[in-house]
């Protein structure tokens, strides 16, 4: 079973950059789905980007122009840029990883089965 380990999250001034990092352990990590998602106290948690096996990415909304998603498969990484911090963007950030995805649930947390124990972005004014 694929373990995943989030790294790189720290406290930040708005308008500044981080780059977070999933790093995986387990087989097959290239055929992996590996997701990001993010959840801020008192809020649900929230789809923050994915990207599939082939390169294929999925952005939301409040992050596009924003945020970069790329993958090294020679380190079993998956590297989330992020750009240009908002106070709203303050959340803990998750990454999760599945095998198989169908492509209209990859934007949902119930799509997959494992989970990193999470690294806090703080975003201050």
């Known amino acids: 079973q694929v373990q995943l380990v989030e790294s790189g999250g720290e406290l930040v001034q708005a308008g500044n950059s981080l780059r977070l990092s999933c790093a995986a352990s387990g087989p097959s990590f290239r055929s992996y789905t590996i997701a990001w998602f993010r959840q801020a106290p008192g809020k649900e948690r929230e789809f923050v980007a994915a990207i599939r096996s082939n390169g294929y990415t999925y952005y939301t909304d409040p992050v596009k122009g924003r945020v970069t998603l790329s993958r090294d498969n020679a380190k079993n990484t998956v590297y989330l840029q992020l750009n240009s911090l908002k106070p709203e963007d303050s959340a803990v950030y998750y990454c999760?990883?599945?095998?198989?995805?169908?492509?209209?649930?990859?934007?949902?947390?119930?799509?997959?089965?494992?989970w990193g124990q999470g690294t806090p972005v703080t975003v201050s004014s």
């Open positions: 999760a990883a599945s095998r198989t995805v169908i492509l209209s649930t990859t934007r949902n947390h119930l799509a997959y089965h494992n």
